[in-house]
C-alpha cells in the first residue's frame, strides 16, 4: 500500500471517528454548530494536503482540533464580526501551540465529555420537531452522512438535508443556548434526548417501511448513542434503564430475520443466535439504574421497566421457559406508572399467555378505539381470535393489519397469517 493511500485512510478513519467530538468542541469555541462544521471541513482539506507528506500524526484528533482552531482564529480576522471572539480564540490557540494535543481518540475527558453532551442536549431540543431532533442527532452526534441517514430511513437525502438545514438555523433564530441544563430543566430535556435516541432504535428494530424488517445499522447508532449518554450522565438512572434496554433488544436483531429474509417472531427465534456480550452488558446496566434508582430514592422509570422485561425474556433458555407472570407484573407496572394505549396492547400479550386469549383480548378491545390505525393492534388482535378459534374474524383482522404496516416483510407475514386463519 502507497504511502498516500495509507495516509488517506488514515484521514478518513479519523474523520469518521473524531467528527462528533470535533463539532462539538468548536460549536462551544464559536458558538454556531454551522460554523462549527464549516471549521472541521477546513481542517479535514488541510489533512488531505498534509498527511500524505508529512506523515499521519500520533494523535489525529487532537491534530485536527488545532488545525480547525488555527483555521477559526484566521477567520475571525477577516471577519469583524466576529471580532469579539478573537480574544478568546486566541488564548486558546496559543495555549495549543504550547502544549501537547488533545487526548487520544476514545480518551473522553472531562472537556470532551462536556462538549459531547452539550451537543446531545442542543441537537434534541424540544423545541425542533421529532424528524428534525433525530437528523441533527445522527448527524452531529452519531457522525452519519445525510446520505447515510436517508438510506437509514428511506427518504430523499435533500429531505434530510432540509430538516437539518431547518433545525440548525431554528437553534440559530431561537438562541438555544449550547449547554446542559441544570435542575428541573435537566429533566424536562433529558426526556427528549432518551426519546431520540430509543426512536432511532425503533426504527432500526422494525422499519417503519421498506423492504427490510430491521435495520442493524440504525440500531448500532442507537447502541453507541445510548452508550454515550450513560457514560456522560452516570447519575441518571433513566440514561442506564434506556442503555439496559436497546443492549437487550439489541441482543436478539440477529435472529430476527431468517436468511432469506423472512420475519422471524420472539417464540420462533433461535436464542443461540442472540449476542450474549449484549445481554451481559444489558444486565449490568440495569443494575446501575436500579442501584441509582434506590440511592435517589426513586421508583423505576419507563426505560428501566421495559428493560427488566426484557431481561426476563433473556433469562429464558427457551420461549417455552419465559416467566410471563413475571412480565404481565412488570407490564401492570407500566402501565399504573406510564399508561398509553401502547402499553395496554403489550399488556394484554403478556396476560394471554398467562390467563389465556379471551382474558388478552378483553385488554385489546378496550383501547381499540384509539388505536384503530396501528397495524400492530390488528395484528395482536387476529392472533388472539386464531386462537380462540374465531378465524374469519381473525383473518379480517390480519387483512387490516396488512393495509395498515409500510414494511413489505411484515405485510407478507400477516397476509400469509390471513391466508390461513379459516382454516384453523
Known amino acids: ?248 433488544q439489541a441482543s436478539r436483531t440477529h435472529a430476527r430475520s431468517a436468511p432469506d429474509g423472512e420475519l422471524v417472531l420472539l417464540p420462533d427465534q433461535d436464542r443461540s443466535r442472540w449476542n450474549r456480550l449484549y445481554i451481559r452488558r444489558g444486565f449490568a446496566a440495569l443494575a446501575q439504574a436500579h442501584t441509582r434508582n434506590r440511592t435517589l430514592g426513586r421508583q423505576p422509570g419507563r426505560y428501566a421497566l421495559q428493560a427488566a422485561i426484557a431481561a426476563v425474556h433473556a433469562l429464558a433458555a427457551t420461549a417455552g421457559d419465559t416467566d410471563w407472570r413475571r412480565i404481565a407484573g412488570l407490564y401492570a407496572q407500566l402501565a399504573q406508572r406510564f399508561p398509553s394505549p401502547v402499553v395496554e396492547l403489550n399488556r394484554a400479550v403478556a396476560v394471554t399467555m398467562v390467563h389465556g386469549p379471551a382474558a388478552g383480548l378483553e385488554l385489546v378491545d378496550a383501547v381499540a378505539g384509539t388505536l384503530d390505525d396501528y397495524h400492530l393492534l390488528h395484528a395482536v388482535r387476529g392472533d388472539l381470535l386464531s386462537r380462540l378459534g374465531r378465524g374469519a374474524q381473525a383473518r379480517i383482522a390480519f387483512e387490516r393489519a396488512a393495509e395498515l404496516t409500510a414494511n413489505e416483510t411484515e405485510r407478507k407475514l400477516l397476509r400469509g397469517r390471513a391466508e390461513h386463519a379459516d382454516g384453523i
Open 1 to 248: 500500500m502507497s504511502a498516500d493511500l495509507r495516509a488517506r485512510r488514515a484521514v478518513e478513519a479519523a474523520w469518521r471517528i473524531e467528527w462528533p467530538r470535533l463539532v462539538a468542541g468548536l460549536t462551544r469555541v464559536v458558538g454556531d454548530i454551522s460554523t462549527a462544521e464549516e471549521l472541521a471541513q477546513d481542517a479535514l482539506v488541510a489533512a488531505l494536503e498534509q498527511w500524505p507528506r508529512e506523515g499521519v500524526p500520533p494523535n489525529p484528533g487532537g491534530w485536527l482540533m488545532l488545525t480547525a482552531k488555527h483555521r477559526a482564529v484566521d477567520r475571525i480576522r477577516r471577519d469583524a464580526t466576529f471580532a469579539r471572539k478573537l480574544e478568546l480564540l486566541g488564548r486558546e490557540a496559543l495555549l495549543d501551540e504550547q502544549s501537547p494535543p488533545g487526548p487520544q481518540p476514545g480518551d473522553e475527558s472531562p472537556a470532551i465529555a462536556d462538549d459531547l453532551l452539550r451537543m446531545i442536549f442542543t441537537a434534541c431540543h424540544p423545541v425542533l420537531s421529532a424528524p428534525a431532533r433525530t437528523a441533527l442527532t445522527l448527524r452531529m452526534v452519531g457522525g452519519l452522512t445525510t446520505t447515510e441517514i436517508a438510506r437509514a430511513y428511506l427518504v430523499p437525502e435533500s429531505t434530510v438535508a432540509q430538516r437539518i438545514v431547518r433545525a440548525k438555523k431554528t437553534i440559530a433564530d431561537k438562541r438555544i443556548p449550547y449547554e446542559v441544563p441544570e435542575g428541573a430543566e435537566l429533566a424536562a430535556r433529558l426526556d427528549s434526548v432518551l426519546e431520540v435516541v430509543y426512536l432511532i432504535f425503533n426504527e432500526g428494530y422494525t422499519a417503519t417501511s421498506g423492504e427490510s424488517w430491521v435495520r442493524a445499522e440504525l440500531c448500532d447508532d442507537a447502541l453507541r448513542l445510548a452508550r454515550i449518554l450513560a457514560g456522560l450522565l452516570p447519575d441518571e438512572p433513566e440514561a442506564h434503564g434506556l442503555a439496559a434496554l436497546i443492549e437487550l
